[in-house]
């Protein structure tokens, strides 16, 4: 083949592959606010979860976990009682809910069959997020401001082992493998944990990453995301901890939200007021930036819908001795954001 039929076949090759991307992103679904669920007063909120098989929503608050049924949307304001709860970690598929009880240094045990409290379990210092690791069996719970995390069994109402990693925790991702990813907080580094011998693997620096909060395991891709207190979201190879991406998503997110079904990673941005739709894939990118409501800093994703859950309200200046700003009464509402 001469060279200048060479070279307009692979100019043709070449209009023709980016024809198709750009078609592929066109297809791509846009992100929107769809609808706003209003809720009842109770003040602050912590981590939501979703638990698809019993189309249950959770969230944490001071008194305890709301909960609202995903197709009536029916609210309970206290379906979990709690003292300074901040996560309702789902167990499997054993019908039982983990809560991590921030003011009394302990975690209960719900079993959702019999709508009742299973007991209580003593953990480390101001738990808080909270991981079920399918390997073990055991719930991972991160003990804040103790620097420790409890490895709970639910069913036996047992605290198996505690593993000392130091610092301030934030939250966590299991991996499936019997290693566990977690947040340093104040040392902006990502720990790694193997929960079966009971012991930190590494420590990865998050390099121009500060007070890092939010993280998850994109095990398709085998990377491990961390959102920071900068408003970067960076990506880390799970093998060696070696920098994927790093992306600007916004200021003030406190969690990540993760669809591996559809290979989307949201990031809710509550000081910008945005979210931020990241196509996963060896390359991370941003593809669409969706506006919010301030606030709107934490939520969970409906695997059977897509759809998305962020917890609101309208913000009021502080009521001393509290620093942060206070909730309006009557405010309170979870946006609803899908595809259009």
């Known amino acids: ?15 023709t592959l980016g024809a198709t991307v750009m078609t592929t992103q066109a297809a791509a679904p846009a992100y929107a606010v769809l609808d706003r669920i209003a809720g009842p007063d109770g003040g602050g909120w912590d981590y939501t979860t979703i638990d698809a098989t019993k189309r249950r929503l959770y969230m944490a608050r001071d008194a305890g976990i709301l909960s609202m049924d995903l197709d009536s949307r029916q609210i309970v304001p206290v379906a979990i009682a ?15 809910v983990l809560v991590t009880n921030g003011n009394q240094n302990n975690v209960s045990v719900f079993d959702t069959k019999t709508q009742k409290s ?41 605290l198996v082992r505690t593993i000392a990693v130091g610092g301030v925790l934030e939250f966590a991702a299991a991996a499936g493998d019997g290693r566990l990813f977690l947040n340093i907080e104040n040392q902006h580094t990502v720990a790694v944990l193997d929960l079966n011998a009971g012991t930190v693997l590494k420590r990865w620096v998050l390099s121009g990453c500060e007070e890092p909060s939010g993280l998850v395991y994109d095990a398709e891709d085998a990377l ?23 992306l600007n998503t916004g200021k003030g997110a406190d969690g990540l939200i993760l669809d591996a079904a559809r290979k989307r990673l949201f990031v809710p941005a509550g000081e910008d007021g945005t979210l931020a739709v990241v196509a996963l894939g060896a390359a991370p990118s941003i593809v669409q930036m969706v506006t919010t409501a301030k606030g709107a800093r934490l939520g969970a994703v409906d695997p059977k819908s897509g759809r998305i859950y962020l ?4 913000m009021g200046p502080p ?22």
């Open 1 to 15: 083949m001469n060279t200048n039929l060479r070279n307009r076949l692979r100019a043709v090759a070449v209009l």
């Open 82 to 96: 709690g003292a300074g709860t901040h996560t309702a970690a789902i167990v499997g598929d054993t019908g039982l």
């Open 118 to 158: 299973l007991g209580t379990v003593a953990v480390g210092e101001r738990p808080d997020a909270a991981i079920y690791d399918p390997n073990t069996k055991l719930v991972a719970v991160m003990n804040h401001r103790g620097g420790t995390v409890s490895l709970i069994d639910p069913a036996q109402l047992k």
């Open 224 to 246: 491990v995301a961390s959102v920071c207190g900068n408003g970067v979201t960076k990506f880390l190879h799970a093998a060696d901890g070696t920098e994927a991406a790093s």
């Open 311 to 314: 917890p609101s309200a309208t």
């Open 319 to 340: 009521v001393p001795p509290q620093p942060w700003p206070s909730i309006v009464k009557g405010s309170f509402a979870f946006l609803v954001v899908g595809a259009r």
